[in-house]
């Protein structure tokens, strides 16, 4: 038996689930994947394998990242809950209090970005850092902002995806965000690409003009990240980046016009920079968390 | 002799320094204020006064909370100095290090928005709050927002008042920003309205429609912040504030409108309003400052 404690953690996704058993990185005891359908079958499934793990392993404490939003106020009695989801079934669903229930250990519950910031800061990009953000790129924009080793959560989570910035000059693209219209999402995440493009987005070539305004939304994200906290780095994850890494550059290329002189970044290294920990980001996020529930 | 400890703190502004001794709002043992001139000249008369109460009250620790931009980054060699300001002679001036050097106890320095942010948290619109944002609307625009308990303070201090955000349709006024130009500083501090307006801004009507584009910079301001870190309450103050103070509602109307159902807002009276300690904000914020050094 290891003498380092064991965690288990959970990150729910959109069209998959991860249950994993993990004392870090490099020594996964455990994963299993549960496909994402209704919430009583999928944490169902997810229970069973934290009473099983329960008995054959024991874990000293559970991270839960979800997809959100979710309610991370603990002042409220929804506390751990699902909130606002269009997805079937998972409106107002206490996924904290039904997996807690089970696993009976000290739990942390937080978003799926806010647990692979937390993780890409223990073992990944963002590694000696108390000051770091994590933004995925993908179906949506996600931000995890780590103030003082901490993710911020006032009355509600980070929201950064959702701020609207100023446009790029000539680009009168009126952006897919159903709430926002052209916040950051609405202007950088895959809808909107596919809203401007129709269905040749697999096909565009790096030096596409609807790259210059994707970088703009991304970098003006950056500049209102690096005016609010000064994060140490900012790590930039998700499908529209892995598939254009060209992207990162040009961030931080117009990052540094944008601020124009006014803060200078730290020079050790990119300070946009790609994740460390890839695919496993989500995963170990959710056992950052359950290490976290123990501080 | 009272049974509470006794702080010195120092706040330095752009005109004038305060020198404070206080155990809290009610009880204020000194306080004297010294013209800003040269650096020697002032910091020379505010040595004196720390030198003088050293011997006469004892006190337990320091406060400094300074106008901007300062270096905050304690790996720094130039901690505690004020950095690129224009004001004359003070570039680069380490004010840390020779009032410190003087004081001879434990000292924070930090900007005089995070200082006020503090103090409004501890005896004023934000009390019973770890989360919580002070924005000030005067020659410039200052942001300390405060996350769990603590300013933000990376790899610098917060400079929200330095985003580009979505502009209100139809306002093409380029902003006043010399480094920004339409940043929400650009669009909303004084120097704008006398850039829009000339020499009327006295006389202007609450129903003027500058107020318009006013509101809706620091509205996005707002929205930013929300996004950011989701502070329980956002206090804002300043000289164009206080001269028009119709704008703190119509600025919680528009963060509400931009938010758009998104997020819902605290319902615990008004979420922007204003700040509880006045004039007192800036050198009880030092106060508050030297209180958290101690922590």
Known sequence: ???????AGVELGGTKCVA???????????????????????????????????????????????????????????????TTTPKLGWRDTNVLRKLQRIANVPAAFDTDVNGAALAEMRWGSGQGFDDFAYITVGTGVGVGLIVNGRATRGFAHCELGHIRVARLPGDAFAGSCPYHGDCVEGLAAGPSLRARIGEGVADLRPDDPVWDSVSWAIAQLCHAIVCAAAP????IGGGVIE???????????MLVESLNGYMQLPSDGPYIRSPALGANAGPLGSIALAMSALQ
């Open 243 to 253: 598939n254009q890494p060209h992207l990162l550059e040009r961030v931080e290329r």
């Open 232 to 235: 140490r780095a900012i790590a």
């Open 1 to 7: 038996m290891s003498a380092h404690p064991t965690f």
């Open 20 to 82: 994993i058993l993990a004392r870090g990185p490099q020594d996964i005891v455990a994963s299993e994947t549960v496909p994402t359908t209704g919430p009583e079958k999928t944490l169902g499934a997810i229970g069973g394998l934290l009473e099983q793990w329960k008995s054959e392993h024991r874990y000293s404490a559970l991270g839960i990242a979800s997809f959100g939003p979710v309610e991370i106020d603990a002042s409220s009695p929804a506390y751990g809950s699902i």
